[in-house]
T-cell receptor, first 116, second 121 residues
């Protein structure tokens, strides 16, 4: 079974629009961690944010914000006032604390294109 | 700090040939991972090392793939012989976590290299 689901394969928005990337996860662990990574055309996966399962506070960092809801097993990512540089593939990932050695499960990614 | 280093950046080989990829993790990172990322998909874990020991290689096709991290620092991933379906980007990542750490340290993020893009023709 897929542990991390990113239902949106591709999204296109016009510059300055807001966009939300969805992530739904599945785990039986009570302690786990969620992450978002950005993969620009250069190919390197860049770490954006991590969240632990005990902290449901939403977080804002500049134009980025994250909405973590345990009740729906979702960890959505919103970019406000999108810019062309935001164009990339975004991956949501889950790390379960009971899994030895911090194994990560990645979603299939959402390709975001910001049109100038 | 220096990031995760990988080489080569690109490699083109014919099927049935052999190829090797190299990775040097961030200094001090105990855990090293090799991921395979096929175009349009998320990274798939091939093997995970903790220092020089293997933590998880359940998804490594052992009939053709091998990896080692002999001194617990840099690592080599080899494919022999390569198949067309091995065409992918091979990503190396490292993290601070140690198996001796408490569960609270399982939040260590992975730091990725630029990857090696392999094309098998």
């Amino acid at each position: 079974a897929q542990k991390v689901t990113q239902a949106q394969t591709e999204i296109s928005v016009v510059e300055k629009e807001d966009v939300t990337l969805d992530c739904v996860y599945e785990t039986r662990d009570t302690t786990y961690y969620l992450f978002w990574y950005k993969q620009p055309p250069s190919g390197e996966l860049v770490f954006l944010i991590r969240r632990n399962s005990f902290d449901e506070q939403n977080e804002i960092s500049g134009r980025y914000s994250w909405n973590f809801q345990k009740s729906t097993s979702s960890f959505n990512f919103t970019i406000t006032a999108s810019q062309v540089v935001d164009s990339a593939v975004y991956f949501c990932a889950l790390s379960e604390a009971l899994t030895l050695g911090n194994q990560f499960y990645f979603g299939t990614g959402t390709s975001l294109t910001v049109i100038p | 700090e220096a990031g995760v280093a990988q080489s080569p950046r690109y490699k083109i080989i014919e099927k049935r040939q052999s190829v090797a990829f190299w990775c040097n993790p961030i200094s001090g990172h105990a855990t090293l991972y090799w991921y395979q990322q096929i175009l349009g998909q998320g990274p798939k874990l091939l093997i995970q090392f903790q220092n020089n020991g293997v933590v998880d290689d359940s998804q490594l096709p052992k009939d053709r793939f091998s990896a080692e991290r002999l001194k617990g620092v840099d690592s080599t991933l080899k494919i022999q012989p390569a198949k067309l379906e091995d065409s992918a980007v091979y990503l190396c990542a490292s993290s601070l976590i140690s198996v001796a750490d408490s569960p609270s340290s399982y939040n260590s993020p992975l730091h990725f290299g630029n990857g090696t893009r392999l094309t098998v023709t």
